[in-house]
Nanobody, 126 residues
Framework: QVQLVESGGGLVKAGDSLGLSCVVT????????MGWFRQAPGKEREFVAG????????YYADSVKGRFTISRDNTKNTVYLQMNDLKPEDTAVYYC???????????????????WGQGTQVTVSS
């Protein structure tokens, strides 16, 4: 049984940085393309960033490009999301997700991800 556990959320001020982690258990993380999504109150869950199985490819939503960095360490079965220059509009619950289907690229489609973490709250005050 694959499980994803996020950590690192919290309350920060605009302009601050925050790092999220997602640990994969049950199977090697190298078997999955990974993604970060977020959901703000009253809004749909949206793609934030994704990374291929080996980490060679990454992709970002326009809203976070240049501020967020996704990375992974398959020796630790962990995926990271480094968030810099945070803005109040980044406030959301952030979810880690794993995609077992895609082989060599990144998936931006929510429905393609078959495993999800429980989410971690990120709140950015102005």
């Amino acid at each position: 049984q694959v499980q994803l556990v996020e950590s690192g959320g919290g309350l920060v001020k605009a302009g601050d940085s925050l790092g999220l982690s997602c640990v994969v258990t049950g199977r090697p993380s190298s078997e999955y393309a990974m993604g970060w999504f977020r959901q703000a109150p009253g809004k749909e869950r949206e793609f934030v960033a994704g990374i291929s199985r080996g980490g060679e490819s990454t992709y970002y939503a326009d809203s976070v490009k240049g501020r967020f960095t996704i990375s992974r360490d398959n020796t630790k079965n962990t995926v990271y999301l480094q968030m810099n220059d945070l803005k109040p509009e980044d406030t959301a619950v952030y979810y880690c997700a794993a995609d077992s289907y895609i082989m060599h690229s990144v998936c931006v489609l929510l429905d393609e991800y078959n495993y999800w973490g429980q989410g971690t709250q990120v709140t950015v005050s102005s």
